[in-house]
């Protein structure tokens, strides 16, 4: 018995500053016995709230099934327990597979031989059985299996979702910054926006945040575009109850009604990027796209802004981006009375220049930025 049928633990891997707001979604999805660690939650779920989550999570990267956890100081070690497990379970000859290791304050300190080794095992384990071996893709691999070893304690786990959740599938097309889905899903459910009231993006890029918003009113789950998951690869895998899972959450999808969602970005060939990604989802049609300074825009009075401007050196010297901040809050303060707005800050220090007194601040890192989420109530 594998460890994940044991005791039906499992691992989200969640970017740390939204590990609170991942448990919520966990929890609303079925997922029991939520635990914060350094890196993700672990929870505890039956097989059917498995299947829910890595179809539905918006929020988490990976959830990993531990197969095997043992103490850990060598390469043989390594290799003499991976040996153990039964391979023949996961991984068939007609299959590719990848190993991803991370390795921190352990005696075995480089993560590559690390994977190298349990790599190995695994080659070796058929090998010895039918002389043959399946072959190693690490771009697109049918299976995923994850290496983690952390104070000489090593965990072997299959990867439930089968590579990146952020991965929606609608992204056809990209812009030069654009936002990652689970952080533009983040900032949509700390929004708290449930469609009572319309939306605005004046600075939609590739148009992440109006995704993500769309799937959220819709309740689209995030896979919906996904074709395998790693489950599917599980020994215990029940493919009619993964069916009836799919079923009822593709039941639930509904309608977008008009002009609830909009969005504009003073860039005509940015617009239409995001035209090409928001209609590639269902009812995505019904989202209203322009070309448009923010500034001729009409705004919005009564709803929710939610954007993420430009920073950095793509947009030229610091006078020119502190005018343009000064800008952005004299727009909400003017047009759009009455609403709550949600803006995402690259970089910090442009806070202070957009003029406007902040309601909260939360930290959310990304992709090596040090970014805040900020939320204006303009009266
Ligand atoms: C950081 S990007 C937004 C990325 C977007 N969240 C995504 O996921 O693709 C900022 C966007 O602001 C747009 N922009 C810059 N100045 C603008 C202005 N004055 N009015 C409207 N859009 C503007 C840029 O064209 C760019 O697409």
Request: aromatic share 12%.
């Amino acid at each position: 018995m594998y460890e994940y049928q044991k005791d039906k633990i499992y691992f989200a891997q969640v970017a740390n500053d939204i590990r609170e707001l991942a448990a919520e979604e966990l929890s609303e999805l079925g997922a029991r016995e939520i635990r914060s660690e350094y890196g993700g939650v672990y929870f505890n779920a039956e097989k059917e709230a498995l299947y829910r989550t890595n179809y539905s999570t918006r929020l988490a990267s990976r959830i990993l099934a531990p197969l095997m956890s043992f103490h850990c100081r060598t390469t043989d070690e390594l290799y003499k327990k991976a040996k153990k497990i039964k391979w023949t379970d996961f991984i068939s000859l007609k299959k590719t597979f990848a190993i991803f290791a991370n390795v921190s304050n352990s005696m075995i300190n480089n993560s590559h031989y690390a994977s190298l080794c349990l790599k190995d095992a695994i080659v070796d384990s058929f090998r010895e059985m039918s002389g043959e071996r399946p072959d190693v893709d690490s771009g697109d691999p049918d299976i995923w299996l994850n290496l983690y070893i952390r104070k000489d304690h090593a965990i072997i786990s299959l990867d439930t979702s089968g590579g990146s959740l952020h991965r929606r599938g609608y992204r056809k097309d990209s812009v030069s910054a654009p936002m990652q889905e689970t952080v533009a899903a983040a900032v949509i459910k700390y929004s708290q926006w449930d469609g009572s009231v319309p939306l605005y993006d004046p600075m939609c890029g590739s148009g992440t945040l109006l995704c993500e918003a769309l799937m959220h009113y819709c309740k689209i789950p995030s896979g919906i575009f996904r074709e395998r998951f790693g489950f599917e690869f599980l020994p215990d895998y029940d493919k009619p109850l993964w069916t009836k899972v799919k079923k009822e959450l593709d039941r639930q999808i509904r309608q977008l009604p008009d002009r609830l969602i909009t969005g504009s970005d003073i860039s005509p060939e940015t617009v239409n990027i995001a035209r090409t990604n928001i209609t590639h989802l269902p009812h995505g049609g019904k989202i209203k796209l322009d070309a448009l300074d923010f500034k001729e825009s009409e705004g919005l009075h009564n709803g929710v802004i939610i954007t993420n401007p430009p920073y950095g050196v793509r947009m030229g010297d610091r006078q020119t981006l502190d005018l343009f901040y000064e800008s952005l809050g004299d727009f909400l303060k003017q047009k759009c009375k009455g609403s709550s707005a949600y803006i995402y800050f690259g970089e910090r220090e442009f806070i202070k220049k957009i003029g406007l007194k902040a309601t909260w601040k939360k930290p959310l890192k990304t992709g090596g930025l040090d970014g805040r989420l900020v939320r204006y109530d303009l009266f």
